[in-house]
């Protein structure tokens, strides 16, 4: 009984882990807004690609590069010269932004604003 009780225990904490490095940030990232859908890939060398497509059909990208930030005592992943499709008043143009990591139940949100609840989800974790 305690055995199961502990067992138990340790897969709930290990499905909330916090903890995420460097390897585990690369991938697909989406966020879905009310004109279209965002795509986020973070490559493994650095590099990320952002693709916007409205909900007419048409696209925009652009690239840069990234990387993983200590910030304050937890990671953040920092794109470089990017323009997000989130609403943004004070940013005008391309800029470097930093995205918290959250890692919950196994699946990554890269947060562009946690006060107004603004992430690109990972796909296919």
């Known amino acids: 009984m305690y055995s199961f009780l502990l ?10 882990s916090k903890n995420v490095d460097r390897s585990g940030v690369p991938g697909e990232y989406k966020a879905t807004h009310a004109d279209g859908i965002e795509t986020l890939e973070l490559h493994g060398d650095g590099t990320y690609t952002n693709r916007f497509r409205t909900l007419n059909g ?18 953040k992943v920092e794109v470089y010269n990017f323009s ?3 609403p943004n008043p004070f940013q005008t143009g391309a800029s470097n932004s ?10 990554i949100r890269l947060y562009y604003s946690y006060d107004r609840d603004e992430y690109y989800s990972k796909t296919g974790n």
Not at 7 to 15: M, P
Request: charged share 15%; with cysteine; aromatic share 14%.
């Open 58 to 75: 048409a696209e925009t990208a652009s690239s840069g590069k990234w990387g993983f930030e200590p910030y304050f005592g937890e990671s």
């Open 98 to 107: 930093l995205l918290g990591i959250e890692k919950d139940w196994g699946h």
């Open 7 to 16: 067992l138990s225990s340790l897969a709930i904490l290990g499905g909330c």
């Open 84 to 86: 997000s499709h989130f």
